[in-house]
């Protein structure tokens, strides 16, 4: 099938979010020190495979890796992953955000798009 | 037992691929939850028991008295707050993990879905209901925090089983790092149904329900000890049974999927030799519960037996362990969970029909990990297992024959 559709999953869970520190912001830093602390192990293991793989196939080239400094090509590659990086790990920023960004023009929204969501069951 | 499997067809069980650094960010939220729910949990019983407790104590002339006495002096223990805070982010970040690339695959999932339906291979099948109305504790809050819930469809025209694979591939990231699954069954169905082959060898169910069965994961095992079994499964969310329909077809199950609530099926009287369901009461209202157990009686066969897993009732467990899955109800979107645990089980069964002398509660090991011998032993009944749930190494079930 060719069928393209463009879904969208959402990030945000119905509910309010849970509070734990009484003071204002905690919850907020603790849910970033998670993600990055993610990112951080995600990253070693990547770093981990590519020593796996250069080393099964006899090339450990460590002083090559230590000298390296990317060109212009390489670096717009590399900035766009930091950049999805950063977004990763500010997430909840931008979860609230975009909750209060959804509060208004929700119900105008929800009422164009009213017949299309109909459900209907195949 | 292998039946003849499709190879044609795509199973969307397996189809979603996840990049190198998906799959890590999975590995990691996988040994995440590990850590929290049994190193760090322990750290926090310990730090109860060996400040909390004695500081109350101390100050009271007694010990908390209750969960929630527990409760009101924890809350703002800094070990409580950091573990509140990593459970609950472990939690997010389990779907979060699985989000892009089911996101990336979501067209796939429909077509896939589409094509088993279709081909039919293992003569299931899927009644959808689209009228049928979601009740209101599933629909008001995004149960364990999954975003979108059991329900929602993002392509309502087509075969939408794209929240049940956030289901099935977010469930696996939170098993990933406990022994309950084997070949992605889940431990549940696998463990009820070898208990009940070793402790009632004559008792051959030929009609089987599992309610509430979402994608099926604990359904299917069903089929894996009775092979011969008319199997059914209900829910009330359209994607979630489209996916486990669209797996069962690709795997060669014979499964009868359909879109109902448990709380007035359609279902004749005397129908089933056994009803079964897993982690399903807990979200439901009490009302509601009161209402399925009733209509279990209903549909049930004199001689069949009806048991459901779910936590064990809060009079069974000590306080502090009350206390411990207490923290579902309130952070987890599970608002109901307390008010089922505290439940008198045994006097709620009668009410909804069931004989006094007739009830059953087991606490069934988890089979994939125990030993088959000690397996056994507690399915014959020559020893019991008094271990906590909180491991997953024993399944407490309750429920009744009629
Ligand atoms: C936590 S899930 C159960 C998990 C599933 N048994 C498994 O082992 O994978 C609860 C399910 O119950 C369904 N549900 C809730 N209320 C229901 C009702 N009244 N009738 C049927 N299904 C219901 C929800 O849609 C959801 O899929």
Redesign the interface.
Known sequence: ?S???D?????????KR?S???SEGT?QL??IV??LT??L??AY??IE?LERVLDKKGILARREVESHRPGPEEETERTARRDAFIGRVF?IIHEEAESYAAEQPKEASRKAKGAK?????? | MDREVDSNIQNVATLVEST??EY??Q???SV?RKKVLVDFAKDMKDTYVHKVEPAVTAKEGRKPKDAREIRKHML?EPV???W???R???Q??T??SV?EP??RK??AL??AG?AA?AANPAGGSLA???DLPIPDYVS???VH?????FQ????????DD?QGA?YHYGTQVFSGGLPHRIKGRGGVGTSISNFLKLRYPEFKPQRILDMGCTAGANTFPYLDVYPDAELHGIDVA?PVLRFGHARAEAEGARIHFSQQNAETTNFPDNHFDLISSSFFFHELSVKATKAVWKECHRILKPGGLMLHMELPPSNMTDDYYNFYLDWDA??N?EPHYAAFRNLDFAKTLEESGFKKDKLEMFRIPNFASTDPKEFAAVAKGEETLRRDHGGGAVWFTFGGWK
């Open positions: 099938m069928e393209r559709r879904v969208k999953l959402p990030i945000h869970s119905k509910g849970a734990f520190y009484r919850d603790f849910s998670m993600m993610q990112e192990s995600v293991d990547r495979t997430q969501r109909e459900k209907v069951s195949p | 190198h650094d890590n960010r590995r990691f939220v995440l703002h409580y707050e950091a509140s805070s990593l609950y982010n472990a997010l970040m779907w979060w989000r089911i996101e979501a067209d429909i077509a589409a339906h959808l209901n689209p008001t809050l995004d925090l999954m975003p979108g819930c929602t469809e993002f392509a309502p025209e087509a075969y794209i956030m359209a309130f952070y979107n």
